[in-house]
Antibody, heavy 118, light 110 residues
Framework: QLQLQESGPGLVKPSETLSLTCTVSAGSISSSSYYWGWIRQPPGKGLEWIGNIYYSGSTYYTPSLKSRVTISVDTSKNQFSLKVTSVTAADTAVYYC??????????WGQGTLVTVSS | QTVVTQEPSFSVSPGGTVTLTCGLSSASVSTNYYPSWYQQTPGQAPRTLIYNTNTRFFGVPDRFSGSILGNKAALTITGAQADDESDYYCVLYMGSGIYVFGGGTKLTVL
């Protein structure tokens, strides 16, 4: 069974960079069939798709975050990562990673809460 | 700015049938948007229910079904059960690798 696990600091200071990693197990991130995505959910609010990456490094981002977001992949570690720069309190959220296939978000990680606060 | 619309809330009686919808602010939803649906209970990660308009994900009971109704995507739950009380999100694939979530529908079973 494919599993995805987010990891990274749970607390980030305003104006700094949020960095998270998603580790994929029981499946290869180098599969040609899938993209690998990040989604976030502010407390008490809805879900927001952030962006995704292909194993080759090709990326897509939601326009509203494009200037602050970078997604990268490390196929040797079967991991992909998210960086969000210049964070504010509005970036406080549960961050999920997911495998994208069949034009949907098929498998999800359990999520990790990142709080932006000094 | 693409806005995907969902009913903020809905209620259904146990055993009843409910249809949640997913629309676009400036266009009709068609199968070309590959609508998908997700169920989320508090404190949990979303669970995939439907993809590609009407295909149930692995292990999803057949009382969940997806369709296009008029100019919107739809998720129908037949024989609603207490544990169907959740938030439901639709996602549309906008092309060019980009997805957009709807605002979600809070379903109450009472």
């Amino acid at each position: 069974q494919l599993q995805l696990q987010e990891s990274g600091p749970g607390l980030v200071k305003p104006s700094e960079t949020l960095s998270l990693t998603c580790t994929v197990s029981a499946g290869s991130i180098s599969s040609s069939s899938y993209y690998w995505g990040w989604i976030r959910q502010p407390p008490g609010k809805g879900l927001e798709w952030i962006g995704n990456i292909y194993y080759s490094g090709s990326t897509y981002y939601t326009p509203s975050l494009k200037s602050r977001v970078t997604i990268s992949v490390d196929t040797s570690k079967n991991q992909f990562s998210l960086k969000v720069t210049s964070v504010t309190a509005a970036d406080t959220a549960v961050y999920y990673c997911a495998r994208e296939g069949s034009s949907s978000l098929e498998y999800w990680g359990q999520g990790t809460l990142v709080t932006v606060s000094s | 700015q693409t806005v995907v619309t969902q009913e903020p809330s809905f209620s259904v009686s146990p055993g009843g049938t409910v249809t949640l919808t997913c629309g676009l602010s400036s266009a009709s939803v068609s199968t070309n948007y590959y609508p998908s649906w997700y169920q989320q209970t508090p404190g949990q990660a979303p669970r995939t229910l439907i993809y590609n308009t009407n295909t149930r994900f692995f292990g999803v009971p057949d009382r969940f079904s997806g369709s296009i109704l008029g100019n919107k995507a739809a998720l129908t739950i037949t024989g609603a059960q207490a544990d169907d009380e959740s938030d439901y999100y639709c996602v549309l694939y906008m092309g060019s690798g980009i997805y957009v979530f709807g605002g979600g529908t809070k379903l109450t079973v009472l």
